[in-house]
């Protein structure tokens, strides 16, 4: 019974409808992903970033997040595309008054996008490679800014000059390690 019931599981697991419609080890830049979406991403990556970054970074985001599942739902209560949990959403919203309702596509890549953009300008102050401060702004919002920021002083303090993703890296929390890797994968071509 045990065998049986744990291969069930883990058949519902590789055969769910998430695994078999965004194939994870593909490029952003695939026609495997869901392309109804990269309207949103370009524009508000234009609005918050400039015509100088990928918007296709966003996009990777939001693979990483939730294979660009509007219906995503975490057990923390996080939500949407980019699964920005309420109450940061309605931080955000006190900014932007016009941004509808956090499960609205639009809007959640929208306030995702807005609230990286608040994460790179943070870490602009300390970094002084675009690159480095694209990978600092995810694990920012993966982690929270004092977690990353925290795992920056440890760098230095172990010797590192902390002006790249990889010194940084191992000081942060594991699944952050994996979530940078995973959008810098998905970015490759």
Do not use: C
Not at 123 to 143: C, E, G, I, P, V
Request: aromatic content about 14%; charged content about 25%; cysteine-free.
């Amino acid at each position: 019974m045990w065998r049986s019931g744990l291969l069930a599981a883990t058949l519902s697991l590789l055969l769910s409808p998430v695994a078999l419609a965004a194939p994870t080890h593909r490029s952003v830049y695939s026609k495997a992903w869901d392309t109804q979406y990269d309207r949103h991403f370009r524009k508000y990556t234009k609005r918050y970033f400039g015509p100088n970054i990928d918007w296709h970074w966003f996009k990777a985001q939001g693979i990483a997040e939730s294979n660009l599942r509007p219906d995503a739902k975490s057990s923390a209560g996080a939500r949407g595309i980019m699964q920005i949990l309420p109450g940061t959403y309605e931080e955000i919203r006190e900014k932007n008054p016009h941004f509808s309702h956090i499960e609205n596509p639009r809007w959640n890549i929208a306030a995702a996008i807005y609230y990286d953009r608040m994460m790179y300008k943070k870490w602009q102050k300390r970094l002084h490679l675009t690159d480095a401060r694209l990978a600092f702004t995810f694990a920012s919002y993966n982690a929270g800014y004092g977690n990353i920021s925290k795992a920056h002083r440890a760098a230095l303090k172990s010797g590192k000059r902390g002006q790249t993703w990889k010194d940084v890296a191992p000081h942060s929390p594991r699944e952050t390690r994996f979530y940078v890797r995973r959008i810098k994968t998905l970015m490759s071509r």
